[in-house]
């Protein structure tokens, strides 16, 4: 089942779906903004209902900014299946996102 939900970082609910997505943004910046869009369009798309994503807001929840190595965002974390696989950016590129998160294509 698809999900799409603010996430609080207690609340950790892996293992339901095939696919489980982290997305770290920072507000409601542009490039946040076109992030979260272009990675729900991707996902929709490619992996259907098979995914649960969950946006972190780092100025929501900043003490998540020290718990997660975070170099740049925003950033889209595949947390399952393993490995765990990382990418930064606006998520606008489809193919970079198969190749840095390792999913077929």
Known sequence: ???VREF???QE????DAYVFRLYITGASPNSSRAISNIKTFLDKYLKSQYELQIIDV?????IAKTVDIIALPLLIKKSPLPERRMIG?????ERIFKSLNLAS
């Open 1 to 3: 089942m698809k999900k």
């Open 8 to 10: 609080e970082f207690e």
């Open 13 to 16: 609910d892996e293992g339901k």
């Open 59 to 63: 100025y929501q929840q900043p003490q």
């Open 90 to 94: 606006d998520m606008s590129n489809s």
